[in-house]
């Protein structure tokens, strides 16, 4: 990557700190002993420049908020660069971008608040998930890696709250930009730079049994091992699943199923099953037993308990995920009501699925889980493009 024409600096937002260090010796002739500590100092500090280094921030556009019963919903919206299009007739070719990011709180049992922050990996999604608000838009583009670090940075330089927790559930598919993620987790995870730990990462995927193959050689590496995966199930059987999420037409659920029952654990990295309630679409007795089928061959034992003490018997579960459904703009399908979730947990505890219930928060303000997009970009184009910072 060459400096940046005008200042001489090195923007580091998608890079390490090694990255960065390396690009400013090779550009700029600058040694490590200056350019480390300006390393730190943008990501620990958020000062924008130091020497060699600079961040070019995307501006946050817009900040909206709710009250949740766990402390304030904070959905922020930043802009980022067009689509790069030949064509200047192109209907996005001048139209700025912006992503959707939702700081989303939880008191914890100790009762301190935290935030998780959920990011985007991309600008629509060409996963057409009916349920999602995101799906109509399409995919306009992938975001490079800054992009991504950008909206942690934007969270916890600008807004001013660090997050305990970063899921990429926001807008995108995270294995439709695969290589550009994990260089976003490479940079958050960086312990000179912003430190987020990786145990308090998860990747979302609707289940592209590619990516997910390319994940798992990831997390064997040093270094890797506690990254967590979540995937979107929301229907156990594949008739219905393939009518809600077009994924599902190219890699069933017994696709799926073998890719997880052996997906590496290390006793510490998770494997969420997320599931959104629909009314009507999900939600049956049988839809339970099913969900209960699926994640049998998920919950292991560990072989490492030669005492046989149950009390010692850590068994790895695979955690259901129960997700009310946040109805999208012009949604045929409600919300479900209360009484309906909660019949619906008891039928899976009757199942012996492990599940939590994840609490509603940010829906009215179109911040919810499923709920983010673009109403004035919709399906004008698809264009997939994917950049690289790398140096
Ligand atoms: S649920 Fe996720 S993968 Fe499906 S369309 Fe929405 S953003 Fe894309």
Redesign the pocket.
Known sequence: MPPDAHTHQIDCLGLTSEEAVAAARDRLGVAVNTSLPAYRRIFREGVRSVGPLHVNMPEVVRTLREPSNEGEVIKFVCRVAPVASPDPEHPLASAPLETESVLIPMIGSAGRQTYTLCLSSQVG?A???TF?E??QMGLIRSLTPAEIVAQWYAATHEIGIRPSNIVFMG???PMDNYDNVMQAVAVLKDHNGAGAALSRITIST?GRVDGLRKMREQITKPGWHRLNLAL?LNSPNDADRSAI?PINRKWSLRDLQQELATWPRYGGNKLCIEYVLIPGVNDSRAHATQIADFMRPLVQQVLQNPTGDPEKDTRIRAVLNLIPYNPRRNSPWPAPTEESVQQFMDWLIEEHVFVKRRRTKGRRMMGAC?QLGNEGIRRRQVVPLTQSAKP
């Open positions: 999604c996963m057409g998930c999602c995101t799906a807008m995108g598919e609707v979107s999420m499923g």
